[in-house]
């Protein structure tokens, strides 16, 4: 079982900053990647940034890039989101999500989100 604690969000005006960090926890052997998703009103969830173990490489949503940065503390098994110059289009609530290895196969934990709102 994987447990997944997120914090930072909030409620911030336009072109403003916000981080938000998630910390895995619980029995896994490995961690494959740690992701941010982002589910709007009325819209599908959809992929913001993913970081990967295997060299650390990372990949951004079009929409946030040069925006956003994802990082990790890989002693803490957290992963962080830095979002700058927010817009009203990043009002959402935002996840979480871990991939991990468990006794060779592969599971995909869930935090339970934060809402993250941008309004002047």
């Known amino acids: 079982q994987v447990y997944l604690v997120e914090s930072g969000g909030g409620s911030v005006q336009p072109g403003g900053s916000l981080r938000l960090s998630c910390t895995a926890s619980?029995?896994?052997?490995?961690?494959?990647?740690m992701s941010w998703y982002r589910r709007a009103p009325g819209k599908e969830r959809e992929l913001v940034a993913r970081?990967?173990?295997?060299?650390?490489?990372?990949m951004y949503a079009d929409s946030v890039k040069d925006r956003f940065t994802i990082s990790r503390d890989y002693d803490k098994n957290t992963v962080y989101l830095q979002m700058n110059s927010l817009k009203p289009d990043d009002t959402a609530v935002y996840y979480c999500?871990?991939?991990?290895?468990?006794?060779?196969?592969?599971?995909?934990?869930w935090g339970q989100g934060t809402q993250v709102t941008v309004s002047s």
């Open positions: 999500n871990v991939k991990v290895v468990l006794n060779w196969l592969q599971e995909d934990a």
């Open positions: 619980g029995f896994f052997d490995s961690i494959l990647s």
């Open positions: 970081i990967d173990s295997n060299g650390g490489s990372s």
